[in-house]
């Protein structure tokens, strides 16, 4: 984990929320969903095949508990998850909840529109909320 580097982009589009044992967790740029990015603090990940066994289950059960506690809190219609990398080629799972009255639904949120940056309010509180929501977060424990 010592070799691990957070991609440019990754960091300029994003903020940091917490890290968990395998990924660190970061709330995309873009106030219009809740939609967190978890990266596997690795070194020169790719693909999810490039993860041992234990990392890639270790992905799993974090992107599936984070996005279980999202959908609760914000009353989601459906939990997208995805890793296209083909801006970004460094390994990263989005977390991005849906409602039937969000812009782009029913596609996807990628291309729909300019994003919307938090204002430095909104970021502040919904970077506090975030934090308390994962802060107890284990995923080893169902």
């Known amino acids: 984990m010592t070799d691990f580097s957070l991609h440019p982009r990754l960091a300029a589009d994003s903020h940091h929320v917490v890290d968990l044992p395998l990924c660190q967790v970061r709330l995309n740029d873009d106030a219009r969903y809740p939609w967190l990015v978890l990266v596997p603090r ?21 992107a599936s508990e984070t996005g279980r ?5 914000y009353r989601g219609d ?3 998850l995805a890793t296209l990398g083909n801006q970004v ?19 996807p949120v990628w291309g ?17 909320e975030l934090r308390g929501m994962l802060a107890s977060l284990d995923p080893a424990t169902p």
């Open 42 to 62: 690795r070194a020169d990940i790719r693909e999810v095949y490039e993860l041992s066994g234990d990392d890639q289950a270790a992905m799993w059960r974090e």
């Open 69 to 73: 506690r999202l959908m609760t809190h």
């Open 89 to 107: 080629a460094q390994l990263h799972l989005h977390v991005i909840v849906r409602h039937a009255a969000d812009p782009a639904w029913p596609g």
């Open 112 to 128: 729909h529109a300019a994003p919307h940056p938090y204002t430095a309010d909104a970021l502040a509180s919904t970077l506090a």
């Open 78 to 80: 459906k939990l997208n």
